[in-house]
């Protein structure tokens, strides 16, 4: 069971790129990586997911070292509404999976104006 | 809007009480995972169903059970209530991605346990 690990908050500035790292030491050889964005009492939305090297979307970039052992998602010019708890999920949720899914204890961003 | 609908929005009840939370996934997602957040706290995952199956298990009390129907739309029955089970219990339903797959969330099912 793969078990993640975030910082706890982080604060930036409006305009500047944030990158938030999760470390999962034990992932597995059949774990994605997938990163979520949650505001106050509404539900997860899914910002990227990966696998292995980096992968680009029109908001983020995930990147992922070679051992996997840990991710970074980037977050290119934050803007005051990108204020948000940030998770990282490890799991592999594929059909034919029976693998616990584990989402960090989310990394809480607050942009600054 | 995620596609995925949850029902209630609110609940609330007094302990020993059993209650149902009703979720429908998006239109042509099989699995529905369902998720509880306590206040300040992550998401713990509870259950996965598949197509009408069971697929994976965390960290569910015996005194929650859930089933996903042949319309696939999903019931999580909450029962013997006590004060800690007060949370946001959350659904989601998937689509398999180019990596695996992505959950889409619904906007929860705020619970209180009075």
């Known amino acids: 069971l793969a078990k993640t690990t975030q910082p706890i908050s982080m604060d930036s500035y409006e305009g500047q790129e944030v990158n938030i790292t999760c470390s999962h030491n034990?992932?597995?050889?059949?774990?994605?990586i997938t990163w979520y964005q949650q505001f106050p009492s509404q539900g997860p939305r899914f910002i990227i997911q990966?696998?292995?090297t980096k992968v680009t979307n029109e908001v983020a970039s995930l990147f992922i070292p070679a051992d996997r052992k840990s991710s970074t998602l980037s977050l290119p010019r934050v803007s005051l509404s990108d204020t948000a708890v940030y998770y990282c999920?490890?799991?592999?949720?594929?059909?034919?999976?029976?693998?616990?899914?584990?989402f960090g204890s989310g990394t809480q961003l607050t942009v600054l104006p | 809007d995620s596609g995925v609908t949850q029902t209630p929005k609110h609940l609330i009840t007094a302990t020993g009480q059993r209650v149902t939370l009703r979720c429908s996934p998006r239109?042509?997602?099989?699995?529905v995972y369902w998720y509880q957040q306590s206040l300040d706290q992550g998401l713990q995952f509870l259950i996965q169903?598949?197509?009408?199956?069971?697929?994976a298990k965390g960290n569910i009390l015996e005194r929650f059970s859930a089933q996903q129907f042949p319309d696939l739309h999903s019931e999580l029955n909450l029962s013997s209530l006590e004060l800690g089970d007060s949370a946001l219990y959350f659904c989601?339903?998937?689509?398999?991605?180019?990596?695996?797959?992505?959950?889409?969330f619904g906007a929860g099912t705020r619970l209180s346990v009075l």
């Open positions: 989601a339903s998937s689509v398999v991605g180019l990596n695996g797959d992505i959950q889409y």
């Open positions: 034990n992932i597995a050889t059949n774990d994605y």
């Open positions: 990966g696998y292995k």
């Open positions: 999920l490890v799991g592999d949720i594929s059909s034919g999976s029976a693998r616990q899914l584990t």
């Open positions: 239109s042509g997602d099989l699995s």
């Open positions: 169903y598949y197509n009408g199956e069971e697929r």
